[in-house]
Protein backbone atom coordinates (compact mmCIF):
# COMPACT_ATOMS: atom_id res chain seq x y z
CA UNK A 1 0.00 0.00 0.00
CA UNK A 2 1.68 3.41 -1.29
CA UNK A 3 1.62 6.18 1.08
CA UNK A 4 -0.16 8.63 -1.09
CA UNK A 5 -3.11 6.23 -0.36
CA UNK A 6 -2.58 6.37 3.39
CA UNK A 7 -2.42 9.87 3.66
CA UNK A 8 -5.66 10.16 1.21
CA UNK A 9 -7.83 8.08 3.49
CA UNK A 10 -6.12 10.00 6.86
CA UNK A 11 -7.32 12.93 5.23
CA UNK A 12 -10.38 12.11 4.20
CA UNK A 13 -11.20 10.48 7.51
CA UNK A 14 -9.69 13.54 9.49
CA UNK A 15 -11.82 15.80 7.32
CA UNK A 16 -15.59 13.51 7.66
CA UNK A 17 -14.54 13.55 11.87
CA UNK A 18 -14.24 17.59 11.98
CA UNK A 19 -16.86 18.33 9.16
CA UNK A 20 -19.57 16.04 10.93
CA UNK A 21 -19.28 17.50 13.91
CA UNK A 22 -18.91 21.25 13.00
CA UNK A 23 -21.28 20.53 9.96
CA UNK A 24 -24.73 19.68 11.06
CA UNK A 25 -25.11 21.22 14.27
CA UNK A 26 -27.35 24.44 14.58
CA UNK A 27 -25.24 27.50 15.14
CA UNK A 28 -25.42 30.90 13.15
CA UNK A 29 -23.46 31.50 10.30
CA UNK A 30 -23.43 34.40 8.38
CA UNK A 31 -26.53 34.42 6.04
CA UNK A 32 -24.82 33.77 2.98
CA UNK A 33 -22.95 30.73 4.01
CA UNK A 34 -25.76 29.03 6.47
CA UNK A 35 -27.10 26.75 3.45
CA UNK A 36 -23.45 26.45 2.81
CA UNK A 37 -22.40 24.53 5.88
CA UNK A 38 -25.73 22.65 7.04
CA UNK A 39 -25.84 20.91 3.51
CA UNK A 40 -22.35 19.03 3.50
CA UNK A 41 -21.33 21.34 0.63
CA UNK A 42 -17.55 21.30 2.04
CA UNK A 43 -17.23 17.69 1.29
CA UNK A 44 -17.57 18.62 -1.82
CA UNK A 45 -15.23 21.43 -1.79
CA UNK A 46 -12.76 18.81 -0.16
CA UNK A 47 -12.95 16.39 -2.49
CA UNK A 48 -12.03 18.69 -5.92
CA UNK A 49 -9.49 19.81 -3.58
CA UNK A 50 -7.90 16.52 -2.43
CA UNK A 51 -8.77 15.17 -6.56
CA UNK A 52 -6.09 16.40 -9.68
CA UNK A 53 -7.45 19.62 -9.71
CA UNK A 54 -5.84 21.01 -7.10
CA UNK A 55 -3.49 19.15 -4.48
CA UNK A 56 -3.54 15.86 -6.83
CA UNK A 57 -3.52 13.35 -3.58
CA UNK A 58 -6.45 11.12 -4.92
CA UNK A 59 -5.22 10.61 -8.93
CA UNK A 60 -7.08 8.08 -10.75
CA UNK A 61 -4.92 5.40 -9.52
CA UNK A 62 -5.46 5.66 -5.74
CA UNK A 63 -8.71 5.91 -6.44
CA UNK A 64 -9.22 2.62 -8.32
CA UNK A 65 -6.79 1.11 -5.17
CA UNK A 66 -9.11 2.20 -3.33
CA UNK A 67 -12.48 1.13 -5.04
CA UNK A 68 -13.34 -1.15 -2.84
CA UNK A 69 -13.26 0.69 0.13
CA UNK A 70 -15.47 3.30 -1.66
CA UNK A 71 -17.83 0.29 -2.77
CA UNK A 72 -18.35 -0.76 1.44
CA UNK A 73 -18.99 2.58 2.49
CA UNK A 74 -21.24 3.60 0.07
CA UNK A 75 -22.79 0.20 0.68
CA UNK A 76 -22.90 0.98 4.56
CA UNK A 77 -24.66 4.20 3.90
CA UNK A 78 -27.14 2.56 1.63
CA UNK A 79 -27.69 0.04 4.80
CA UNK A 80 -28.03 2.87 7.36
CA UNK A 81 -30.65 4.73 5.27
CA UNK A 82 -33.01 1.33 4.52
CA UNK A 83 -32.55 0.46 8.30
CA UNK A 84 -34.36 4.17 8.99
CA UNK A 85 -36.96 3.21 7.50
CA UNK A 86 -40.33 2.62 9.60
CA UNK A 87 -43.28 0.96 7.56
CA UNK A 88 -45.88 1.26 9.69
CA UNK A 89 -45.35 5.34 9.89
CA UNK A 90 -45.48 4.91 6.60
CA UNK A 91 -48.71 3.42 6.39
CA UNK A 92 -49.96 6.55 8.47
CA UNK A 93 -49.74 9.20 5.08
CA UNK A 94 -53.03 8.89 3.07
CA UNK A 95 -52.82 7.74 -1.00
CA UNK A 96 -53.10 10.84 -2.13
CA UNK A 97 -49.52 11.79 -0.16
CA UNK A 98 -47.87 8.60 -2.00
CA UNK A 99 -49.35 9.64 -5.59
CA UNK A 100 -48.03 12.85 -5.28
CA UNK A 101 -44.47 11.78 -4.31
CA UNK A 102 -44.08 8.65 -6.66
CA UNK A 103 -45.75 12.09 -9.25
CA UNK A 104 -43.14 14.37 -8.00
CA UNK A 105 -39.90 11.54 -8.67
CA UNK A 106 -41.61 10.44 -12.06
CA UNK A 107 -41.18 13.96 -13.24
CA UNK A 108 -38.12 14.90 -11.62
CA UNK A 109 -36.51 11.57 -13.69
CA UNK A 110 -37.80 12.78 -17.03
CA UNK A 111 -36.34 16.20 -16.33
CA UNK A 112 -32.82 15.01 -15.03
CA UNK A 113 -32.53 12.37 -17.66
CA UNK A 114 -33.44 15.20 -20.69
CA UNK A 115 -31.08 17.98 -18.87
CA UNK A 116 -28.58 15.73 -18.67
CA UNK A 117 -28.71 14.38 -21.87
CA UNK A 118 -28.42 17.32 -23.88
CA UNK A 119 -25.73 18.36 -21.30
CA UNK A 120 -23.70 14.89 -22.64
CA UNK A 121 -24.31 15.75 -26.45
CA UNK A 122 -23.16 18.77 -26.24
CA UNK A 123 -20.31 17.68 -24.08
CA UNK A 124 -19.07 14.84 -25.50
CA UNK A 125 -19.81 14.84 -29.42
CA UNK A 126 -20.11 11.91 -31.60
CA UNK A 127 -19.36 9.46 -28.69
CA UNK A 128 -22.73 7.41 -29.00
CA UNK A 129 -22.25 4.70 -25.44
CA UNK A 130 -23.19 7.02 -22.85
CA UNK A 131 -26.16 9.60 -24.25
CA UNK A 132 -28.81 7.22 -22.75
CA UNK A 133 -27.40 5.33 -20.15
CA UNK A 134 -25.89 7.68 -18.48
CA UNK A 135 -28.38 10.13 -17.27
CA UNK A 136 -30.44 6.81 -16.32
CA UNK A 137 -27.93 6.74 -13.38
CA UNK A 138 -28.21 10.18 -12.18
CA UNK A 139 -31.59 10.15 -10.93
Not at 93 to 101: D, G, L, N, Q
Not at 115 to 137: E, Q, T, V
Request: net charge positive.
Amino acid sequence: MSMKIIFGVLIILGVSLVGARKSFIRMRFPIVTEYFFLTGTEFILVGLCLGSSFLNILDQSTLSSLAPLISLLLGWIGFLYGMQVEFRKLRMFPRSHWVATVTQSIVTMIFVFFLFHGLFLRLFPGNPAHPWWLPLCLP
